[in-house]
């Protein structure tokens, strides 16, 4: 079945160090994204891609990174520069500018 | 700037009932998109519909149906005859030129929850 898979589901990290969450889609489409999902404050947009080998910054991009060498892959870097990483993180594709989005199940990140 | 704003931030009905979540939006743009999306407790969210602005029809699918009223910049929905199962948070969301149609703008979301 085609979809998104994050990857773990469940991370921990010790401050100061740099994590890596996965994401995979195999709906072969051009468009990825990444939100970062705080309660009571919806999705915010954090990096997003358009096609591959080129991405740009949403909304709250600072102490995070990204990069897109293939289609099917968008992995999303949190740095230590960012201050408040402790959140539930959401990938999401979609097939073309203004089709729904397809998610992800998530990534919940916990900082100890 | 473009806004989204659910000001229901929790909603519990009997199971059974019928439930209206709403939903307010801000944009100056003319042609714009409305989208709903339901987190059930797995944490994916679906997508449940796609509304551009120039289509006014209520749709209604199953058990849920959507009113779509530019007038007053709402796009509620409606779910009928709620069940346990329809129990999640609900977001609604859109998508207009100048916010960048990359960038979509979520509501703060409705946490719904049915009781049995």
């Known amino acids: 079945d085609g979809g998104i898979t994050q990857s773990p589901k469940y991370l921990f990290r010790k401050e100061g160090q740099n994590v890596t969450l996965s994401c995979e889609q195999n709906l072969n489409h051009d468009a990825m994204y990444w939100y970062r999902q705080d309660p009571g404050q919806g999705l915010r947009l954090i990096y997003y891609?358009?096609?591959?080998?080129?991405?740009q910054k949403g909304d709250i991009a600072e102490g995070y990174s990204v990069s897109r060498e293939k289609k099917e892959s968008f992995p999303l870097t949190v740095t230590s520069a960012q201050k408040n990483p402790t959140a539930f993180y959401l990938c999401?594709?979609?097939?073309?500018?203004?089709?729904?989005?397809?998610f992800g199940s998530g990534t919940r990140l916990t900082v100890v | 700037a473009q806004k989204v704003t659910q000001a229901q931030t929790e909603i519990s009905v009997v199971e059974k009932e019928d439930v209206t979540l709403d939903c307010v939006y801000e944009?100056?743009?003319?042609?714009?998109?409305l989208f709903w999306y339901k987190q059930p407790p797995s944490g994916e969210l679906v997508f449940l519909i796609r509304?551009?602005?120039?289509?006014?029809q209520n749709e209604i699918s199953g058990r849920y149906s959507w009113n779509f009223q530019k007038s007053t910049s709402s796009f509620n929905f409606t779910i009928t005859a709620s069940q346990v199962v329809d129990s999640a948070v609900y977001f609604c969301a859109l998508s207009a030129p100048s916010g960048g149609y990359q960038k979509v703008t979520f509501g703060t979301g409705t946490k719904l929850q049915v009781i049995p």
């Open positions: 944009t100056r743009d003319t042609t714009y998109y």
């Open positions: 509304r551009n602005s120039f289509d006014e």
């Open positions: 891609s358009q096609i591959v080998n080129d991405f």
């Open positions: 999401a594709s979609r097939e073309r500018s203004l089709y729904g989005y397809t």
